[in-house]
């Protein structure tokens, strides 16, 4: 039998869940679950209030190690009934107490492959920027892998994993994952590359022109990577 994490962790996780099921709106969850276009139930728990909730848990039953950490938003990822514990197991790893810490990396990879789809996977991507802005020189071969995988989802982490590096983006590394996946034809990747790109141009638009100019881009991605440029 499959049992949860011991101690503070597993009554980390019970609180979390307890406090999601009490913020239930049935019919905010119905129209959340057509939004989504997701099969998974969902609760009807609004994502600034899930955080909320999970900061409040986590503050009562605070974990005390990154392992501690991992185990509770990797028993509620995985047990997850509902699409709200899921965000919760994302929002508990944007704690103080795993920002850096490298061990995450397999986790975030899980959350990116198994979640599968967009919101679940773009919740993933400030966890990973951050870990690409602590260890680059570790989380750039990952990134390069990621952007040549078979998994979309992992070629839209590369893509859009800087976002909000403002003027600390690796612009080498973001113009290699962008060219490898520049003739993609899935949606979710052309739509991430306009997205990576219309970040970039608000704070480096020469940059961002200068690629537009030289590559060759979908209609979609040059469209939404423009919309900051004159």
């Known amino acids: 039998m499959v049992t949860g994490p011991p101690g503070a962790t597993a009554s980390l996780v019970a609180d979390v869940r307890r406090a999601l099921r009490e913020a239930t709106d049935p019919e905010r969850a119905r129209g959340m679950q057509a939004y989504l276009k997701t099969t998974e139930p969902c609760l009807g728990v609004r994502l600034p209030e899930v955080r909320r909730l999970t900061a409040a848990a986590a503050a009562a039953s605070p974990p005390q190690t990154v392992p501690d950490l991992a185990a509770a938003a990797g028993e509620l990822w995985r047990g997850a009934a509902h699409r709200e514990e899921r965000y919760a197991a994302v929002a508990l790893t944007g704690l103080p107490l795993?920002?850096?810490?490298?061990?995450?990396?397999?986790?975030?990879?899980?959350?990116?492959?198994?979640?599968?789809?967009?919101?679940?996977?773009?919740?993933?991507?400030?966890?990973?920027?951050?870990?690409?802005?602590?260890?680059?020189?570790?989380?750039?071969?990952?990134?390069?892998?990621?952007?040549?995988?078979?998994?979309?989802?992992?070629?839209?982490?590369?893509?859009?994993?800087?976002?909000?590096?403002?003027?600390?983006?690796?612009?080498?590394?973001?113009?290699?994952?962008?060219?490898?996946?520049?003739?993609?034809?899935?949606?979710?990747?052309?739509?991430?590359?306009?997205?990576?790109l219309r970040d970039l141009a608000k704070t480096d638009p020469q940059w961002v022109q200068h690629l537009l100019d030289t590559h060759e881009l979908s209609p979609l991605s040059r469209r939404e990577a423009a919309k900051h440029l004159g």
């Open 98 to 196: 795993a920002r850096g810490a490298l061990s995450l990396l397999p986790l975030y990879e899980e959350m990116i492959t198994t979640g599968a789809w967009w919101d679940l996977v773009d919740g993933v991507q400030p966890r990973v920027r951050d870990l690409l802005l602590a260890h680059p020189a570790e989380l750039r071969p990952v990134l390069r892998d990621w952007a040549r995988s078979p998994d979309r989802w992992l070629r839209r982490s590369a893509v859009i994993a800087q976002l909000g590096a403002h003027d600390r983006t690796d612009t080498a590394l973001l113009a290699e994952v962008v060219e490898v996946n520049a003739a993609d034809p899935e949606f979710f990747v052309r739509k991430a590359i306009g997205w990576a």
